[in-house]
């Protein structure tokens, strides 16, 4: 599908079936760069990023490397 063609399906599809939480995604997709994008946060979240954050600094985590190993011993049962 060449580029023409696959822009006029996105805009197509952005117009008529995408439900708006999607659009705003694409919209910050878009956006990367813009340093003006502001994104909030729901109360909840804003929750669990300070809890995660705490963990984090309370040394609650687990590296990439450990999470692995742990993956791959839980797949071998």
Known sequence: MDTSTLRTDLIDKIK????DETVLDIARLVNLNNEKLIVVFTEEQQMRINKSLLDYKEGRYVT?????KDI???LKD
Do not use: P
């Open 64 to 68: 990439g490397e450990v999470a692995e």
């Open 16 to 19: 008529n079936s995408l439900d």
């Open 72 to 74: 791959q011993e839980w």
